[in-house]
């Protein structure tokens, strides 16, 4: 009698599920696991700092009614500056700017920057959810593929920004639409996307370049006719001519950022005297050896020397790109070889690299494309929610430096 009534019982679950689209479902475990994670085993921490004596954990919940928590910590402090003074230049612009504007809505009273921040990650949050599910079908992976793809985007190893005050979910909402709807030949909608993708991140550059290619790359895809007729012929120059002409939107964003990029933020052969900005100061001084070449330390760092997680997803965004032109996703393809070739000319930190490492979604759903629905996938998925969250924790306790 008991049994029948359990599965009964576990039936109307799976026919209320069953009900639900798939991208809430998705957003229902990520919120679910989020908060559990923070209202364990962040108090956790935070009665562990007390007793040490050595600072306290800054969660904050300032909209009650949504279950997650912006996570503020000091890496988000130039983004409260900025949404409070704006004082001067800086690029990208469109979150603190958005940051402003959702700060309207808060009273004065409140937690004004923390506000407006979960404001937009929550928006943001849905929109990825909605576009990468989308994304998953033009790619036709079964649900349980694309649930464990939009799950592990949320819950990449070590990405521990997606809840808190970046931009980072903000871009990721942008240029996962941006593939939706170059899928869709939209072009003017992925025009509109990566331009504000630009706006958001430096890596929108890279996907703007990727986008702008799309014609060109494009005519790849077509079987059974020669090269030569592929890329040369009426139709195709058609084609190409009417694809960059309603893309057009994305070229001056792209400009200028390529030369604040190759500007000042470049840090080509700078000494650490030379370097005015506070972080490349810090990585010249304090990391790089003395002497040393501070891009080829960066590569070293994170191809053998840094954390294994980090190593591992270094490699495993490299290895994806051939994954990548194998299902013919070219113009993702190029987008992430774009990153990995500005090594040659950018410095970055190379601490926060899992950190951003999900906006490179693309890898994600190959790589998940090549498991089979069934347990090797749902533990996988499973390892990295746990492994990321324990990351995002510890990582905003202070407990969990820099080298």
Known sequence: MQTGKVLKAVESVQRLSGRI?????CLIIV????????????????????????????????????????TLGWDSAPYQELMQSYAHNVWPPLYPMMLRAASWLVPDDGPVFAAAAQMIGFASHIAIAVGLTRYGSQLRLSREQIRAAVLLVFFFPGHNVMFAAYSEPLYIALSVWCFVTLRADRFLWVALFASLAVLTRNMGLFLAVALLSAPILIPLQRK???????????????????????????????????????GSASYFGQTPDQAADGWARDLLVHHVPQGADARLWVLEYLAFKGPPGTVLLFYATLIAVP???????????????????????????????????????????????????????????????IYSEFMHVILFSGWAGEP
Not at 21 to 25: N, R, S
């Open 21 to 25: 689209p798939l991208w809430a479902q």
């Open 224 to 262: 059974g006719l020669p090269t030569a007729e592929r890329f040369f012929s009426m139709r195709s120059l058609s084609e190409f001519s009417a694809a960059l002409g309603r893309l057009w939107p994305v070229v001056l964003p792209l400009l200028v950022g390529l030369a604040w990029y190759f």
């Open 323 to 385: 994954l990548l032109i194998q299902r013919k996703l070219y113009v993702e393809a190029t987008y992430v070889l774009a990153f990995f070739a500005s090594f040659a000319f950018y410095l970055y930190r190379p601490f926060p690299f899992p950190r951003y490492v999900s906006v490179f979604f693309p890898s994600v759903f190959v790589v998940v494309s090549l498991f089979r629905p069934g347990w090797l996938l749902g533990l996988s998925v499973t390892l990295s929610v």
């Open 31 to 70: 919120y679910s696991v989020h908060a559990a994670f923070l209202t364990t085993f962040g108090q956790l921490f935070v009665v562990i700092r007390k007793a040490y004596d050595i600072g306290q954990l800054q969660f904050v919940r300032p909209l009650k009614i949504l279950p997650n928590s912006v």
